[in-house]
């Protein structure tokens, strides 16, 4: 797998304040689906229910995602026995704070998920 994490690009999404609002929108729903998280050395785990029909929003999300903020880097994982999808979002150093602040703080705000593991 490639993992070479480029340090070039700029910590700025790239999203107009009203683009941002919308997007912010986005990703309260997607949290709420959230069922656990884990805190990584350079990011965040998120784990949702391994139902199919998840996979198309957690796609669509990293899809937006990746087209305003390159810095982060994502990882949608299956572990068997398939009773989760993990989405990593991970970065270079800086990254970790914006994934908080956009992310991590949406689930706490608006799910009873804390930063805790379950089994994978």
């Known amino acids: 797998m490639f993992t070479e994490i480029n340090t070039d690009i700029a910590l700025v999404c790239s999203l107009t304040p009203s683009?941002?609002?919308v997007r912010g929108g986005e990703i309260t729903q997607l949290v709420t689906h959230v069922v656990a998280m884990e805190e990584l050395a350079d990011g965040y785990l998120f784990a949702f229910a391994g139902e199919a029909a998840r996979l198309p929003d957690l796609v669509a999300f990293v899809l937006a995602e990746r087209a305003c903020c390159p810095f982060?880097?994502?990882e949608l994982?299956?572990?068997s026995p398939h009773e989760h999808i993990w989405l990593s979002i991970r970065g270079r150093e800086g990254?970790?704070?914006i994934v908080y602040d956009g992310f991590?703080?949406?689930v706490l705000e608006n799910t009873k998920v804390?930063?805790?593991s379950i089994e994978r």
Do not use: D, I, Q, S
Request: hydrophobic share 50%; glycine share 0%.
């Open 72 to 74: 982060f880097t994502f």
């Open 77 to 79: 994982t299956f572990p």
């Open 114 to 116: 804390r930063l805790a």
């Open 19 to 21: 683009e941002l609002e």
């Open 95 to 97: 990254v970790k704070e």
């Open 104 to 106: 991590v703080a949406k």
